[in-house]
Nanobody
Framework: QLQLVESGGGLVQPGGSLRLSCAAS????????IGWFRQAPGKEREEVSC???????KYADSVKGRFTISRDNDKNTVYLQMNNLKPEDTAVYYC???????????????????WGQGTQVTVSS
């Protein structure tokens, strides 16, 4: 059974850091494009960052310079390091996997086949 499991969410004060993990089971992440998305209450799901099989990365403007996506193929896991967190980063964060090998510059939410269940990130003092 193909599965993605996110972990690492929680409550953090503004300016703090969290590292989210996206662990895969049932398939190897190495050849997939992996994306991180988030959805805040009352808002649409939005792309945060993604990384393709070659290690090329993309970030939303709102997180550039604060978030870093990386992958550890030996652990079959992708990470999202989030620094200098802001209250507007509060959301449920999801990871997703796409095997369509689409150019990372144009890959969209609809190109992802597998999704995790999400992990809550709350940034509040």
């Amino acid at each position: 059974q193909l599965q993605l499991v996110e972990s690492g969410g929680g409550l953090v004060q503004p300016g703090g850091s969290l590292r989210l993990s996206c662990a895969a089971s049932g398939f190897t992440l190495e050849t997939y494009t992996i994306g991180w998305f988030r959805q805040a209450p009352g808002k649409e799901r939005e792309e945060v960052s993604c990384i393709d099989s070659s290690g090329t990365t993309k970030y939303a403007d709102s997180v550039k310079g604060r978030f870093t996506i990386s992958r550890d193929n030996d652990k079959n896991t992708v990470y999202l390091q989030m620094n200098n967190l802001k209250p507007e980063d509060t959301a449920v964060y999801y990871c997703a996997a796409s095997d369509l090998n689409i150019n990372i510059a144009i890959v969209t939410m609809w190109d992802y086949d597998y999704w995790g269940q999400g992990t809550q990130v709350t940034v509040s003092s």
